[in-house]
């Protein structure tokens, strides 16, 4: 028959002593954004990663800090990214402008030599009157593909 071993305590977290990690801190997702905070204001400082996690209460791992870090650290796009960005939508309007200005002055009845007033939508109110659309006459090689 075996008897019970009794094993003496050990001289660690008290966690351990539980057999489990019931015992253990767990952080607010609070307390875990303002580490996120905390450690962006000590790495520009040249705070290395293992020395900040050794020193909250209680420890961190470095591995935990990257974790909070991905789930909790603000992503904003890098500044130069978010002026590319602007600058392209910048040149895309610029040209937009200038093609729609070239299409007013075209279409402007004074440039055509009417009298007529301008048309306030730019849209026709009438549309020319068409026939029956065409069929073709011979069959094109590429819709015999689908068959």
Known sequence: MVSRLRLAPRSCHPACHSGNLDGMKTRTVAERQAIVRAWRIAETAGETQQRFCAQQDPPLSARALRDYLHRYAPTAPPLQAAIDVINRAIADLTHLRGSLSGQV??????????????STTGIPTSLPETGPIPMPTTEHPIWRLGR
């Open 105 to 118: 002055q075209c279409t402007s009845p004074a440039a055509a030599g009417n009298d007529a007033p301008p």
